[in-house]
C-alpha cells in the first residue's frame, strides 16, 4: 500500500475515479457507460499532446513548448486539405500531418539554438507564424474528412473509442521510451543538471532538439485525429489544449523542475479533468462558475500533491 | 598542555546515538569542546563526523545523549547553537550563489543587521579576509558566483570567523582546505592557531592528516559511530593517527611508468596565445595538472572534454571520460539512484539498440560496487544516500566504466579519506597500465607527485612541464611562482 501511494500518478487517478463516481451518482447511476465513453474519447486528445509537453518539460526548468495548439490547428488544417475527403489519401494525410510536427519542431529548437532564445518566447513566436500558414490554408472553407477517417475517430472497439486506443498505444511507446531506453535516460540527465548530463557524455544539444521535435509531431497527430473526429479543421480548435497540455502535466505529478516524468499520471489527469467540466455541467453550473470552479479543483489538486512531496 | 588553565567547556556532546533508518551513523559517541583549544576530529568516510558536527550545531537532535553548551544544560536546536557562539563552515559549500559577499554575511550572521548593514558587512568581509588570507585578490564587492570554488571557501571561512558584536566561540571547520592550495591552507592554519591562542576554539576536520597533526593540540579519532581515541596531538604521528582510523599504512610502493613516450600522443593540444608549451598525452601516462588553485587547470579540463565529445550526435566511440570535482555542478544526478549515475556514460555498452538491459547494468553496477567498495546495501538506493566521500567513488566508476581511453579528473579526491585514495590510486595505475591516460587536476601534492609527468599552470595557461624526479613539491612551486608576484 505504502509502495503504491508513493507513485505520484495514484493521485490523479483516485481523482478521477472521485468525480466519476460523484457525477454518475447524480444521474443515479444511468449515465455510467456514456460518460466514461464520452471522458476516454476526449482525454485521448489531452493524454497525447500532454505526452509531448511532458517530454518537454522533463529537460529541465525553462523547458515548455506554447505551439502545441497552432501545431495542431496547422496539421489538422493541411491534412483535410490534402486528403481533399478521399479514403484512398488517409495514409498521406497522416504522413502531412507528420512532417508538419517535425517542421515546426525543427524551427522551435531552431530559434531556441540560434537565436538563444529562452523556449517560452521562441515556441509563442513559432506559434504566432504556424496560426497565420492555419489561417492562410483555411481561407474560410471547411473541409470534411474521409469517410473512412471520420468513423475511425468516432467509433468503439470493444465499448473503447478508438482514439483512445490510438492514445494509449502512443503512451505505451511513451513510457517504453523513457524507462527502458537511453533516450529516456538522457532527457532526464538533463533535466536533473544540463551541465552534468554534458560532462556525462550526452549529447544535450541532440537530445534537446529531438524533444521538441517529438513533442511537435504528437501535437500535428492529435490536430489530425481531433479535426477528422470533429468533422472538419477549424482555426481555434487547438486553443484550449494549450493550458490543458501543461496542466495534464503538472496533475499528472511529473516534476515541474524537470528530470521525473510519469507518463500514467498524464492518463488521471486527462480523465480528470474532463470529467471536473461534465460533473460541474451535470450538477448545472453556469459557464462563469464552471471555469472558477475548474481553477479551484485544479489548484486544489496541485496543493495537495505538492504537500505530499515536501512531506516525504 | 590541556591541564594549565582551567578551561570552560563551550559544547559537550555525551554518548550521543543517531540513526538513519538501519544504518547507526552515531553509537555513543562523546565530544566534548573547551575554550582555546583546536580540536583534529579525523576518521573514514561515513565514520559520523559530519553527523556529529550536525548534532553539535543543532541541526540534527540525537535519539539518545545530551548535548550542553557552555557547560548548562540549555536549550537545543540550530537557535541554541548560533546563540552559543557555534559556527560552521561545510564541507558543502553553502554560500547563495546569487547574493554578493555583503549579502551572504547578512544571511550567516544574524547580528548583522539595522541601516547600512551592507556597508559594515562589506567592511567586516574585507577586514577578515585579509587578515586570514592577507595577500588574497577577491574582490569583496562581487557576487558569489563570480567566485572560483577556491574562492567561495576562503570566503565563507572569513565570514565564520567575522565578529559582529560577539566573537564566535567555536568555529567547526569540516574539509576547509579540500578546495585550497598549499599555501592557502598553510595561511588559514596559522590563523586558527592565532584564534585558539586568544581563546577561542576551533573544530578541525580534514583528511590531510599533516594539518590535523601539526594545528590540533587534541585529536579525536572516529570509527563506525564511535570515538575510538581521544588524545593530545603529540601523542600522534601520521602513521599512529592512520592506524588508528583503522587502515594500514601502505609503503608509497608507486613505481612510476619507466616506458619512454612512443607512437603518437594521444592527444596534443596547442598552446595558449603567449605560452609556448603543447599538452601532450601518450597512451599509459599519468599527466598531472598542478599549480596554485583557480589557475585555470579546471577550464583546460573542460576544454578538453567540450572539444572532444559532440553536442548533437552520440559519439560511437567516447574519447574522454570525466570525473568531477564539484560533485553538485557538473558531477551528480541527484534525483536518481546510485545504479542510474554510474551507469549513465557507459549505457551504450549497456544497451541493444538504445533498449537498456537492467540486467546487465545490474551487474556491471554491482561488479563496481565491489571494486571500488562504495558503501551501500542496495545500488538502487538514491544517490544523495551516500556521504560526499562514497558519492565521489561513484562518480569515478562511471568514468572508468566507459570505453575512453583518456580520463579527465578535476580534482575529484576533495573530501575522500586515506583509504579510499590509497584504493583509488590502485586503480589508477592498473587502468594507466592497460593503456588508458589519465589527465589529473589535483591541489594535493602528494597526488601530484604521483604523476608521470606534470603541467603546471599559472593564470590560465602552461608555465612549465616537470617529469620524473623534478616533480617536487618545491619544482611545483617554483614554477607556480617564477615571474609572478607570489599570491
Redesign the interface.
Known amino acids: 500500500m505504502t509502495a503504491l501511494t508513493a507513485k505520484p500518478w495514484v493521485w490523479s487517478f483516485a481523482a478521477a475515479i472521485l468525480v466519476w463516481v460523484i457525477t454518475v451518482l447524480f444521474t443515479g447511476g444511468s449515465s455510467s457507460v456514456g460518460l466514461s465513453q464520452a471522458t476516454l474519447t476526449f482525454a485521448a486528445f489531452s493524454v497525447i499532446v500532454g505526452i509531448g509537453q511532458m517530454f518537454v518539460i522533463t529537460l529541465g526548468p525553462g523547458n515548455i513548448d506554447l505551439s502545441v495548439p497552432a501545431t495542431m490547428t496547422l496539421s489538422g488544417t493541411l491534412a483535410l486539405k490534402v486528403m481533399d475527403v478521399q479514403d484512398s489519401m488517409i495514409a498521406l494525410g497522416l504522413l502531412i500531418a507528420i512532417l508538419v510536427g517535425v517542421a515546426i519542431g525543427i524551427g522551435n529548437y531552431a530559434l531556441i539554438k540560434l537565436l538563444r532564445i529562452p523556449p517560452i518566447i521562441a515556441t509563442l513566436s513559432m506559434s504566432f507564424i504556424v496560426q497565420s500558414c492555419a489561417i492562410w490554408t483555411n481561407r474560410g472553407l471547411r473541409i470534411k474528412p474521409p469517410e473512412t477517417l471520420s468513423d475511425f475517430t468516432t467509433s468503439y472497439s470493444f465499448g473503447v473509442p478508438n482514439v483512445a486506443l490510438v492514445a494509449l498505444v502512443l503512451s505505451l511507446a511513451a513510457w517504453f521510451l523513457l524507462e ?4 529516456g ?1 538522457w532527457i ?2 538533463i533535466g ?2 544540463s ?12 537530445t534537446r ?1 529531438i524533444t521538441y521535435v517529438l513533442c511537435a509531431v504528437l501535437a500535428a497527430v492529435a490536430g489530425y485525429l481531433l479535426a477528422s473526429f470533429s468533422g472538419g479543421a477549424a482555426l481555434n480548435m487547438g486553443a484550449e489544449y494549450l493550458l490543458m497540455s501543461i496542466a495534464v502535466v503538472v496533475i499528472g505529478g511529473t ?1 515541474v523542475a524537470g ?2 516524468s510519469n507518463v500514467p499520471g498524464i492518463w488521471g489527469a486527462s480523465l480528470f479533468m474532463f470529467l471536473v467540466v461534465s460533473m460541474l455541467n451535470t450538477y448545472g453550473f453556469g459557464a462563469g462558475v464552471r471555469l472558477i470552479l475548474t481553477g479551484l479543483i485544479i489548484i486544489a489538486v496541485i496543493l495537495a500533491a505538492g504537500g505530499r512531496r515536501v512531506a516525504r | 598542555m590541556n591541564d594549565r588553565v582551567p578551561k570552560q567547556e563551550v559544547v559537550a556532546a555525551r554518548d550521543v546515538k543517531v540513526a538513519f533508518g538501519a544504518v547507526k551513523a552515531l553509537d555513543g559517541a562523546t565530544l566534548v569542546i573547551q575554550s582555546g583549544e583546536c580540536v583534529g576530529l579525523v576518521g573514514h568516510n561515513g565514520a559520523g563526523k559530519s553527523t556529529i558536527v550536525n548534532v553539535i550545531n543543532g541541526g540534527l537532535t540525537p535519539q539518545e545523549g545530551a548535548i550542553t553548551y557552555g557547560g548548562a544544560s540549555a536549550d537545543q536546536g540550530i537557535t541554541a547553537a548560533r546563540a552559543s557562539g557555534v559556527r560552521c563552515v561545510f564541507q558543502e559549500l553553502s554560500l547563495c550563489p546569487n547574493l554578493t559577499i555583503a549579502e551572504n554575511a547578512r544571511v550567516m550572521l544574524s547580528d548583522l543587521k539595522g541601516a547600512g548593514w551592507r556597508r559594515r558587512g562589506l567592511a567586516l568581509v574585507t577586514r577578515q579576509l585579509a587578515e586570514i588570507f592577507p595577500g588574497h585578490s577577491i574582490d569583496c564587492e562581487s557576487v558569489v558566483e563570480d567566485l572560483t570554488i577556491a574562492e567561495r571557501q576562503m570566503v565563507e571561512i572569513a565570514i565564520s570567523f567575522a565578529a559582529v558584536d560577539a566573537r564566535p566561540k567555536l568555529v567547526i571547520l569540516d574539509e576547509p582546505t579540500s578546495s585550497l592550495d598549499a599555501g592557502l591552507a598553510a595561511q588559514l592554519m596559522a590563523y586558527v592557531r592565532r584564534f585558539v591562542e586568544t581563546g577561542g576554539s576551533v573544530l578541525l576536520i580534514s583528511h590531510i592528516l599533516g594539518e590535523i597533526l601539526s594545528t590540533s593540540d587534541r585529536i579525536v579519532v572516529m570509527k563506525d559511530g564511535k570515538v575510538v581515541a581521544d588524545r593530545p596531538a603529540v601523542d600522534f604521528n601520521t602513521r599512529r593517527l592512520v592506524e588508528t582510523m583503522g587502515s594500514v599504512v601502505r609503503e608509497q610502493g608507486w613505481q612510476r611508468s619507466a616506458r619512454t613516450k612512443t607512437g603518437a600522443p594521444v592527444l596534443s593540444v596547442p598552446p595558449l596565445p603567449g605560452a609556448s608549451i603543447r599538452l601532450e598525452a601518450f597512451s599509459g601516462e599519468i599527466i598531472g595538472l598542478a599549480g596554485l588553485g583557480g589557475h585555470g587547470q579546471t577550464e583546460a579540463l573542460l576544454d578538453l572534454y567540450l572539444a572532444a565529445n559532440g553536442n548533437w550526435w552520440p559519439a560511437a566511440e567516447p574519447k574522454m571520460a570525466f570525473v568531477a570535482g564539484d560533485r553538485g555542478l557538473n558531477g551528480t544526478f541527484s534525483l536518481w539512484s546510485i545504479l542510474k549515475n554510474l551507469s549513465i556514460s557507459s549505457l551504450k555498452g549497456l544497451s541493444n539498440r538504445s533498449v537498456i538491459d537492467t540486467d546487465r547494468e545490474k551487474k556491471v553496477s554491482e561488479s563496481w560496487r565491489k571494486r571500488i567498495e562504495i558503501r551501500t546495501p542496495d545500488m538502487h538506493n538514491p544517490i544523495l544516500s551516500l556521504s560526499g566521500g562514497n558519492q565521489q567513488k561513484v562518480l569515478f566508476a562511471r568514468a572508468l566504466a566507459t570505453t575512453a581511453k583518456i580520463v579527465l579528473m578535476d580534482d575529484p579526491m576533495r573530501g575522500v579519506d586515506v583509504g579510499t585514495k590509497q584504493e583509488v590510486y590502485e586503480i589508477l595505475r592498473a587502468e594507466a597500465a592497460s593503456g588508458r591516460t589519465f589527465i589529473w587536476y589535483s591541489t594535493e601534492m602528494d597526488e601530484i607527485r604521483l604523476c608521470d609527468r606534470v603541467y603546471v599552470f599559472r593564470d590560465g595557461a602552461i608555465a612549465a612541464e616537470l617529469v620524473g624526479d623534478d616533480i617536487t613539491e618545491a619544482g611545483v612551486l617554483a614554477a607556480s611562482f617564477a615571474g609572478g608576484e607570489a599570491a
Open positions: 527502458k531506453t537511453t533516450y535516460r532526464s540527465a536533473q543538471s551541465f552534468a548530463a554534458r560532462m556525462a557524455g550526452i549529447p544535450v544539444d541532440g532538439f516534476a528530470g521525473n
